[in-house]
Structure formats: C-alpha cells, structure tokens
C-alpha cells in the first residue's frame, strides 16, 4: 500500500532483484483490494448457501452433479475451505509487506520535525501566508513560539544565517493508527489461525484421524477416530443426561465427527428450563460438577447461556438441551385386534413390537414436557396453551421403512371435545398429519379401540350384517334364505372394506363394480347399508360395554369415531400407542471449547479499534513558521501548514493561528499570495 | 536585543476550564444529579458492568454537551418528556388507553408514530426548501425543517425510553431495552441517523442538505409504519434469553452509529453527483446556490463514512467479545458476522482508494451509494430471509 505523497520519496531507478519485484507485489494496493473483494465474494457465498448441513441435504437440493462440484470446491465449509485459508493467508502476507514497507517511514514521520524544509516547498503549500513586517526578528520568532506552544504544538527551533525556522507537530499518533490497526489486522488473522481447523485437517488428510460417519455409541468409536489431549484448539458438543458423566467431546467434522478427550470429567447434577408464565423459556440451566483427576480439583457451578464456566482455559457453555433417556410407560394397542401389550422403554431405546406382518421395531426418539402451542389471538396477539407432555418415536418395519409419529399423554380439547393426537409423517419434510382419536365418555381410548377391533372381528361382522339383513327382510315381508346370505354377506363385505380401507375404498369398489351410469344411485344406498352395519358394530360395542341403551353423548361419540376409523388404514401402523407414565430425565448440551488463540485475537482486535480511532479522529498537522531578517530592521515571516486529514478543519485552525501571530505586527506591505 | 512585551500579548488560548462557561457547569451539574438519583435508585440492581455504563454514560453526556450546545436542550427535552411518560404510566399498562397524553403523545407506538410523521414532514419542507425561488423562503423553510427534525428525533428517542418501561411493566419476560427486534432497530435507525445529521447542521452551519440527508431516514420511517401497521411491529414480544446481557446495549448502538453514519454518507454522496450535474446545466441555479460545493461535500461524505468505519469496527468487535461469552466462539461465520464483514471490507476498501490512491468525487460518491445498498441488503436480508444466530428480526 503506497504512502502519501509527503510520506516518501520515489526511490531512484535502478535494476531490481526479484525479491524486490515480488515484496512491491505483494505491498501493493491492487493486491490489496484484489483480496479484500474476493474475500468479501467468498464470504457472500458462505452465506448465500447455507453451511454445514448434513450431505443429504445438498444433495437432495442441487443435483448430484453440482452436488459434487460444490463439494470439490468446498462450498458447504467456505471458512475451512483451502481456497479460503490460502486467501487470508495471502492477506495477511499482503498487509505485514504493506507494514513493513511503510511502517519505519510512519515512525520517521511521527519523530521527524523537517525543520529543513525550503521556503519554496512551503510557498507551494495550498495553506501559507507571508507577511513583510518592520517588527525584529527576535520579537516575532519569540511571539511565533509561544503562541504554536500554548496551542499545544510540539516544537523545534532551527536558526541559521538570519533565519529562524519554526516546525510545529500535532496528532503524530494519528501514524499510530495506521501501524495499529494494520498490525491489528495482521494479529486477529494470525490468532483465527492459531484457533481453525487447519491442524485438524492437516492429520485427516494425512491419514492419522479418520471421520466417524456412523451413529455409534462414544465407547465403540474405534481409536483412530478419538483424539488425545494435545490438541491445540477446538470447539465440541456433548449432551449429558442429568445424573451421568462425561470426559469428552464431539467436534463435527465433514459429515461426521471425532472425539476429543477432555482433562476433566463433567456432570452433570440437573438441568433446568425456566420458564415465564406465558411458558416461553426463560433461562436454562445446567448444575455441573467437574473433576479433575490431574489435580484432584472440584467445582461446583451452574452454567447459564451467557454464563460459562471457564476452568484452565476451557470455557464450558450452555448450547442446548435434549432428552437424556426419559423412561416410559406405555400400551400398545393393536389397531386390528384389540390386543393391548403393556411395555416399559426408555428415549434412544429399540423395542420389539408383535410379530410376523405386524413386527415393528419400535424406536423412542424424543420425549417434550411441555408443548407450548401459541393459539391465535385479537390484534395480531396469540395465547399460549400447553398440550402437556408429548412422545416422538419411529416404527419401523421389517423392510426397514419407518414412519414418525409424535403422541400426545393428554387428550387436547378441540371444537369443544377431547381427543387423542398422534401425529404421523413419512419423512421429516413433511407436516406431522394427525389422528383424532375421540376420547370415551370417561375419558380413555378404549372405546375407540373396542370400536376398531370388533371392524376387524369376522363373527362380530357376521353377527351384525344377519341381524341386519334378517330385519331388513322382515320390514320387507319376505322370507328367502338365501336373500339373506346374500345381503348378509353384501353388508360384511362393506365392513370389511371400510374396516380396510375407510369410505375411500368402499368408493372404489363401488366405481369398480357399478356402471357409471347407475353409480350415484348405488353409492347412496351402499352407504346408507354401511352406515347402520357400522352402527351395529357400535351398539354390539356398547352392548359389551354394558349399555343397552344409548344415549345422545354416545352417538355424538360415534360421529366423531366414524371419521377417524375411516382413515386409520392412512395411519401406517398397526399399532396405537398410549403413553401412561414417564420419569422425565433431560441431558444438558453442553459446547466446549479451547481456544489459546482467543487472547492473541482480542489483542489484535484492541489495536485495530484503537487504531481505527487515531486514524480517523487526529490528523497529522504541521506548521512552519520561517523568519528572515531583513536587515534594516524587519523580518519576513512564512506561515504554512499542511494536514494529511480533514483539510477544512485545519484550514480553519490554520487562519485562526495566522491572524492571532500576525494581528500586532506591523505590516509594511502584505505580499500577494 | 530587548523584546517588547506588547508582541508577546494575546497568545495564550485559553484552557478547557477557562473556556467553559457557567451554563457549561449547570449542564454538568444536572446530569450529575439525574446519575446521581439513577444510581440511587437502582445501584441494588447494578453489578459492575452497571456502574461503569451508567458512569460512562454520564461523563459522555457531560462532554457531549460541551462539545454540542444543541444536544443539551435536546437531552433535557427527553428526559423531561419520558419521565412524564413513566409518571403518568404508574404502576400499569392500562393508563395507556385512559390519559390523554399517552393516549395521543407519549405512549411509545404513538411516540413513534408522530415521530416518523415528523421526520416525513420535516423531509418534505427541507426539499422544498432547497426548490423555493425565493431565497429568503428557502432560509425560512430550512429552518423550519432543522426544527421539525430535532422534533422527531426527540419524539423518537421519548418513544424508545417510554418503549424500555413498557416493556418491564408487561413483565419479566418483555423487559428488556428496546433494540432487540427489527421494529426496535428501525426506530433507533432512524434517531441516530437523524442525531448524526442534525451535528452536520450544527457544525457546517448548513441546513440545506437536509432534504437530501433525511431521504433515508424518511424510507426507514416508511418501512417503521409497514412494521407497525402489517406486522403489529409495536407489539412487545417475550425476549430470547440470548439477547439477556448488558452486551446489547452497547454492541446494538454502536453498530447503529455506525449504519446511521454510512446512510448520511450515501446521501451526501448522491447530494454530490446531484451538485455536480446541476453545476453543468444550471451553474446558477438554486440547488449550485444553495447546496455546499463539491469538496465541502466530498470532505463530509468521507468524515461519516470514516466515522461509520470506526464505530461498525467497535460494534463488531464488541459482538465477537459478545459471541464469545454467550456462543463459546468470537466469531462463527454467522450470516450477520460475515455481512458485517462484507460491509467492513467495503469501506476498508473505500478509505484506502482515497487515502493512498487520492479518489475523490464521481467515483466515490457513487461508490458510498452502492455500499449503503450492500449494508442495507445485508442487515435486512440476512435478519429476515436468512437463518443464523442472529435471527432476530424474523417478521
């Protein structure tokens, strides 16, 4: 970067030795710019293009093809990207040349008065004034003096042959700045440095660690993929179920991870949400206590978000939270007949469930206390609700194809009747699709269930079509067997349709089997037959639930329940599961970092904000105040002055000055400018 | 050779004690009192941090003062307009509906309303001002636009103090100083911006760029009443415990200084090339007659860009110290780093085009224009579109 022109002087010409071709190179301003755009441009696209997803996810959005291409060029890790690194690199090389080239002459520039400068260099100053006087030189060099003095100018007198020089000096720290805040600059690199990745990918690509890509538990990561306590810098995660201990960390790397070994041991007593009593969180807490072997230390803390624990410089902060292997109780009620299994389960654990078409591998994911749901309120405004406790869990065939579901403990109050919630989607891109499960008149899901499992009983469907078809036969005055078989085994057939496949299926095999033309007329009557077979399965329901008579509440039941067994084939489980009890037990998320570049950074950053303000708020100022003698008793006075920043301002400072020193002496003549 | 003593004479400039004078004094003593009884009031609460804010807010005000005449009333108008605002709200929100005062002035949707209307006003009357014929009617309506502007500033800065009460009478979950949310920035956009103008009237002893300058802050006061009217922004919402540390009431206003100071630049820059193309058609015309010439205005433009590079260094450098704490990590290549740094990068580039390489004029001015529109695409782009840390300012 080229210094003012006041600064330096053009250096002779003559031959230059390479290095001096490649130091004016890397000094220069082009050079300079050239960086900083594109390290601008590099940093558009890190955030432009989101960082750090998981492959799949840019796979899935921009081909296979780009995918790879991207990949190659380390899109998805600019800030680790080679490219990347070398372009900083190559900044800092760029700002140090740029320092050490014009650094000496910023100290010179501070230090040095020029009390040598020629009259003529200072009558081309923009900023001079002369003034012919019959006042002795003594008089006005001593009045000159004082008055740059009591205005706070350094200065030095030179006196030669009838001549006095004065040069004052103001805000020479405002040079400072510029060494400052580019020294700054090249410090914060070098500590970012000193704290990135680069040693970490230095030994992956070497092959001394390798990237573990598999879900395994801590214990089983093999040990090239484990790191020992001399690294440098890192920053890792870890969650930590209350009541357990932990020694490392994991730091993501690639689309994957390594461990890092800790020197302590960390755990975690209990952690807790905070919340307002609009339910919004208000503070988490994690009451940790670490251990360290080495020196038989204990600290007893609790960590805050914006409340780390710092112990031997490692800073320990709140992240996240998660659960920590919540355990629960629940019944898993076969959809297709009636069978309940009690179970027991924790979060993270795999479970078994039936056997043969209906084996699923049950996997508990995630267990949420509260649900706080923001109902839409007047003005823009919502209100919370809790939907209380939840339970996300996968079932998963024995094609290995899982679907996700989330059920709700309680059931939620909708349109002023309660039901049972359980969510279901086939890949997390999807919206959660609920069932409604209405509850039973005491609360309970075991109407609903009874309900679904006599659809799914032969006899009970049988019993019901013949005492249907026997009544209908007799309404209609006719005694014919095997009419009656024949609409017995129709109506069966039309439960046992819905019973699969809900109304979308009796639908179908309408359109299938009917001519167009008489569809709409048949579908009426199919339906019509269907409903009252499904309000026989409903009375033979009740009839077992020990009621003869129904009431209104329970048809109203039976309303609601309809729509629900109509879509259950869509549930994509054979199973319902009901939660009943949990033992809730959170782990805390804990981040974890090392960081021995932080200090040297802060350091930098203090010289850049210092710098920044000696810079822009001081400028270097300059006055020269040359007298002659002019031997018949008067002096020739040369006022001038140069600023390298804010001109108007010492202009202004500049004429203050002239007029004060020149007001009492006694002009002869003022010359023209 | 004896020197005579009346050449000697006149020279001392006098010292900063000698210079202040008794209203100087007061003012100090006035704000030392209003500390006094903060400190008083609240030092239960302080912890260190506390102390050292509220002291430093205090010696800040103090030297703002003198250095500012202007910023003295000012000061007083707000204090004086707030704590009516707070007295007046009690103990309960609902005073709001039943005073007349809140009801029309003070309360701080409504501040921030007649606040926005001002600088609206204020924006036209100062154009107007720089197009009348008539120069005695131009002198007239600048003035006219130089009040009207410290009357929205100050409505602004009453708006987000009576906003800070608002937001602890709703409940713990709401308190919280008010430049948290997109909402919140913008109202404080706008008074920094207007304060940071208003101290070019001061010092130039020119009104007539305001029509100019104040454009962006008329854009930003349109934007407010979009927030406020399609997306409820004057609602007080529940705070993100992150955003719980005495770190945001210095890293927020120093950024905001800074963007504030980089949108009077782009302003005065587009001031620039309008003056240089109104002084090749219409060399005596009323914009060449009245608007500052080419260098006073390059020489401006370069001071608030210079400023706005100072204090986005200090804000940013703040928030990585910030990061440090709350996040374990100085600097994460959030979106909202790497734009701060984008726009750093910028300006570093600008400065160093006219300090080493000496632009001036055309390019420059159409330079500061574009990294304004970079700085605003970054802040409002990454909070609203873009998911990261700093995603606070989702509507």
């Known amino acids: 970067m080229k210094l003012e022109e006041t600064a330096g002087r053009l250096p002779a010409r003559r031959r230059r030795s390479t290095a001096a071709v490649v130091l004016e190179f890397l000094g220069s301003m082009n050079l300079a710019i050239t960086l900083l755009v594109a390290v601008a441009v590099a940093a558009v696209i890190g955030t432009?293009?989101?960082?750090?997803?998981?492959?799949?996810?840019?796979?899935?959005?921009?081909?296979?093809?780009?995918?790879?291409?991207?990949?190659?060029?380390?899109?998805?890790?600019?800030?680790?990207?080679?490219?990347?690194l070398f372009i900083l690199a190559f900044l800092v090389t760029s700002t140090s040349v740029c320092v050490w080239r014009n650094g000496p002459a910023m100290l010179r520039e501070i230090r040095?008065?020029?009390?040598?400068?020629?009259?003529?260099?200072?009558?081309?100053?923009?900023?001079?004034?002369?003034?012919?006087?019959?006042?002795?030189?003594?008089?006005?060099?001593?009045?000159?003096?004082?008055?740059?003095?009591?205005?706070?100018?350094?200065?030095?007198?030179?006196?030669?042959?009838?001549?006095?020089?004065?040069?004052?000096?103001?805000?020479?720290a405002n040079r400072l700045g510029y060494l400052l805040t580019h020294v700054g600059i090249v410090v914060i690199l070098a500590g970012g440095l000193m704290d990135s990745k680069l040693p970490l990918q230095y030994k992956l690509v070497s092959g001394q660690l390798k990237v573990e890509t598999r879900d395994l538990p801590a214990s089983k990561v093999p040990a090239d993929s484990r790191l020992g306590l001399g690294t440098f810098s890192f920053r890792g995660n870890i969650s930590i179920p209350e009541g357990s201990t932990a020694n490392f960390v994991y730091l993501p790397m690639g689309d994957g991870f390594v461990i890092q070994k800790?020197?302590?041991?960390?755990?975690?007593?209990?952690?807790?949400?905070?919340?307002?009593?609009?339910?919004?969180?208000?503070?988490?807490?994690?009451?940790?206590?670490l251990h360290d072997p080495r020196n038989g230390k204990t600290i007893e803390k609790t960590i805050r978000v914006n409340h780390p624990l710092v112990y031997d410089g490692y800073e320990i902060y709140q992240a996240s939270f998660g659960d920590g292997g919540t355990k629960l109780d629940f019944t898993a009620w076969s959809l297709d007949g009636g069978k309940q299994t009690k179970g027991k389960g924790a979060v993270f654990g795999r479970y078994a469930l039936g056997t043969g078409s209906d084996a699923r591998s049950l996997e508990l994911e995630d267990f949420r206390l509260f649900n706080i749901d923001q109902l839409p309120g007047a003005r823009g405004q919502t209100t919370p609700r809790n939907l209380g406790p939840s339970v996300t869990f996968k079932l998963r065939d024995a094609q290995g194809v899982a679907r996700?579901?989330?059920?709700?403990?309680?059931?939620?109050?909708?349109?002023?009747?309660?039901?049972?919630?359980?969510?279901?989607?086939?890949?997390?891109?999807?919206?959660?699709?609920?069932?409604?499960i209405p509850a039973g008149p005491h609360g309970g899901v075991e109407r609903f269930m009874a309900m679904a499992a006599a659809l799914h009983d032969p006899g009970v469907l049988k019993r019901v079509a013949g005492r249907m078809a026997e009544a209908a036969l007799q309404a209609a005055r006719v005694k014919n067997e095997k009419m009656r078989a024949r609409v017995t085994d129709s109506t069966v057939h039309l439960l046992n349709l819905f019973a699969r496949g809900g109304y979308d299926m009796v639908l179908a095999d309408i359109e299938k089997r009917v001519p167009k033309d008489r569809r709409q007329s048949a579908a009426d009557v199919f339906l019509k037959v269907l409903n009252s077979g499904l309000e026989g399965v409903y009375a033979h329901v009740l009839a077992q639930q020990g009621i003869t008579q129904p009431t209104q509440k329970d048809w109203n039941w039976f309303q609601r329940a309809v729509p629900t067994l109509s879509v259950l084939s869509e549930y994509g489980a054979p199973y319902y599961l009901q939660f009943t009890g949990f033992k809730h037990i959170q782990a805390a998320g804990l981040q974890i970092t090392h960081h021995p570049g932080t200090v040297v950074v802060y350091t930098g950053a203090a010289m850049l904000v210092l710098g920044v303000f000696l810079l822009f708020f001081l400028s270097h100022r300059r006055i020269w105040v040359r007298m002659e003698s002019r031997g018949e008793g008067g002096t020739n006075v040369l006022f001038a002055g140069t600023t390298n920043r804010n001109p108007a301002d010492f202009e202004r400072e500049f004429n203050r000055l002239k007029e004060i020193m020149f007001a009492p002496l006694k002009p002869d003549r003022i010359p023209e400018r | 050779m004896p020197i005579s003593r009346d050449i000697l004479e006149d020279l001392d400039e006098p010292s900063l004690l000698r210079r202040l004078t008794g209203r100087d004094w007061l003012w100090a003593l006035l704000v030392l009192i209003g500390t006094a009884i903060a400190f008083d009031r609240f030092h239960a609460d302080f912890g260190t941090i506390q102390d050292v804010l509220l002291a430093s807010t205090a010696a800040g005000m103090i030297a703002l003062g003198w250095f500012w005449r202007q910023f003295e009333g000012f000061s007083l108008a707000v204090t004086v307009l707030s704590l009516s605002a707070i007295a007046l709200y009690g103990n309960s929100l609902a005073a709001a509906h039943r005073d007349p005062l809140l009801l029309f002035l003070l309360s701080s949707p409504v501040a921030i309303t007649w606040s926005c209307a001002l600088f609206l006003l204020a924006n036209a009357i100062y154009l107007l001002g720089l197009a009348v014929r008539s120069d005695s009617a131009s002198q007239g309506l600048l003035s006219w636009g130089s009040r009207l502007t410290w009357a929205a500033v100050t409505m602004g800065f009453v708006a987000l103090m009576v906003r800070w009460r608002e937001s602890y009478l709703l409940g713990p979950a709401e308190a919280q100083i008010p430049i948290s949310d997109l909402?919140?920035?913008?109202?404080?956009?706008?008074?920094?911006?207007?304060?940071?103008?208003?101290?070019?009237?001061?010092?130039?002893?020119?009104?007539?760029?305001?029509?100019?300058?104040?454009?962006?802050?008329?854009?930003?006061?349109?934007?407010?009443?979009?927030?406020?009217?399609?997306?409820?922004?004057?609602?007080?919402?529940?705070?993100?415990?992150?955003l719980r540390s005495y770190w945001i009431k210095i890293h927020v206003p120093a950024l905001f200084i800074g963007y504030g100071a980089f949108a009077i630049g782009a302003m005065v820059g587009g001031a620039w090339l309008l003056r240089a193309r109104a002084e090749r058609l219409y060399p005596d015309g009323r914009v060449t007659r009245r608007l500052p010439d080419l260098q006073t205005l390059d020489d401006v433009m370069y001071r608030y860009n210079a400023l706005g590079f100072v204090f986005l260094t200090l804000g940013t450098i703040l928030g990585a110290l910030w990061a440090e704490q709350a996040w374990g990590a100085y600097w994460s290549w959030d979106p909202k780093e790497t734009e701060a740094l984008v726009v750093w990068l910028?300006?570093?580039?600008?400065?160093?085009?006219?300090?080493?390489?000496?632009w001036r004029g055309k390019t420059m001015a159409i330079w500061t224009i574009v990294g304004l529109l970079l700085t605003t695409a970054g802040f409002i782009g990454v909070d609203v579109f873009l998911p990261g840390l700093h995603s606070f300012g989702r509507l």
Do not use: C
Request: hydrophobic share 45%; proline share 3%.
């Open chain 1, 48 to 84: 432009v293009l989101q960082q750090d997803q998981a492959y799949s996810d840019y796979q899935l959005k921009f081909g296979p093809f780009w995918f790879q291409v991207f990949k190659a060029l380390g899109l998805y890790d600019v800030y680790s990207a080679g490219w990347f």
């Open chain 1, 112 to 172: 040095r008065f020029r009390l040598d400068v020629q009259s003529k260099s200072l009558e081309r100053m923009r900023l001079h004034a002369k003034i012919e006087t019959s006042s002795e030189l003594a008089g006005v060099s001593a009045r000159a003096e004082r008055l740059l003095r009591n205005n706070g100018w350094r200065l030095r007198r030179a006196e030669h042959a009838g001549v006095i020089t004065l040069a004052g000096m103001k805000g020479g």
């Open chain 1, 262 to 289: 800790l020197p302590f041991d960390l755990t975690v007593k209990k952690f807790t949400v905070k919340h307002y009593i609009t339910g919004q969180p208000s503070d988490f807490l994690s009451q940790v206590v």
């Open chain 1, 404 to 436: 996700e579901y989330v059920n709700y403990f309680a059931p939620q109050l909708i349109d002023g009747q309660m039901y049972y919630l359980s969510g279901v989607r086939a890949s997390p891109a999807e919206p959660f699709r609920y069932l409604h």
């Open chain 2, 183 to 242: 909402f919140d920035v913008f109202v404080l956009f706008n008074v920094v911006t207007g304060l940071l103008y208003l101290y070019f009237e001061t010092r130039y002893r020119q009104k007539s760029l305001g029509g100019l300058a104040l454009l962006i802050v008329s854009a930003a006061s349109l934007f407010t009443f979009y927030l406020m009217f399609q997306f409820h922004g004057a609602h007080i919402g529940p705070v993100n415990p992150e």
């Open chain 2, 346 to 358: 910028n300006y570093a580039a600008w400065l160093h085009m006219r300090y080493t390489n000496g």
